[in-house]
């Protein structure tokens, strides 16, 4: 029984290093891209708009955007006067980004500026993290000041751009995909899983063997046992 249950824990375990090797490669993907994109100028496309007396601007806050890769909505917010509406908007401007059926995921707006890090004023970004290429919704709503606003806008030339596989800039090699990594996790686990359950039923086999042994034994013992005792009493 106990080698019944080393060989069960051994399935585990090899399904443990798969998975633990799909979330690593993952990361380096997230890494080798990042090492590209993360130091490039804040977002040039985006989707404009007039409200009220403010302009806005919305669009990713790293691009290109790509897969694996921590981006963020950003919303900018400009008014031609003086408004502490624009200081303060993180606390009344809401805003969601969306992908193809999925439910609209909701991000945190903060201000990207301070005393210390600079910035500008008005510059607010909700991070996320796009797992699949393609084209993305953005939508935001809420008010600024006493002005109400309610806009969505959706990856096209004239808004902001898709996010990008990254594969496309990855070289030499390329680094399998999530959905790569799946697949070969799921062409794998029915081999490891006969293999373990192969060395299950051999342990169980040999275990069952061990038994008979034992009680074979244990019976000419106490045949012995007992032809030894009658001796004495003779």
Do not use: W
Request: charged letters at 20%; aromatic letters at 6%.
């Amino acid at each position: 029984m106990e080698r019944v249950r080393m060989g069960a824990a051994t399935l585990i375990e090899r399904r443990k290093q798969v998975r633990h090797l799909i979330i690593r490669l993952a990361v380096v993907r997230g890494l080798v891209a990042a090492v590209v994109v993360l130091p490039a100028a804040a977002a040039s496309a985006h989707a404009p708009f007039n409200q009220g007396p403010y302009s806005f601007a919305v669009g990713f806050g790293t691009d290109p955007a790509y897969v694996g890769v921590p981006n963020s909505v950003e919303v900018i917010v400009h008014v031609t006067k003086t408004d502490k509406g624009v200081d303060t908007a993180a606390n009344t401007l809401n805003a969601t980004i969306a992908f193809g059926s999925a439910q609209p995921h909701p991000v945190s707006l903060e201000g990207n500026f301070d005393e210390d890090s600079g910035g500008s004023p008005g510059d607010y970004r909700g991070a996320f993290v796009p797992t699949q290429a393609g084209k993305y919704r953005m939508h935001v709503f809420g008010k600024v000041g006493n002005t109400k606003v309610d806009r969505s806008f959706t990856s096209s030339p004239t808004t902001f751009a898709t996010v990008l596989d990254p594969s496309t800039i990855e070289y030499p090699t390329k680094l399998p995909t999530a959905t790569e990594l799946n697949a070969k996790v799921d062409r794998e686990l029915p081999r490891i899983q006969a293999q373990a359950a192969s060395t299950a039923n051999d342990a169980a086999s040999s275990a069952k063997t061990l038994a008979v042994v034992g009680i074979v034994v244990g019976v000419v013992a106490l045949v012995v046992g007992g032809v030894a005792l009658a001796r004495r009493r003779g």
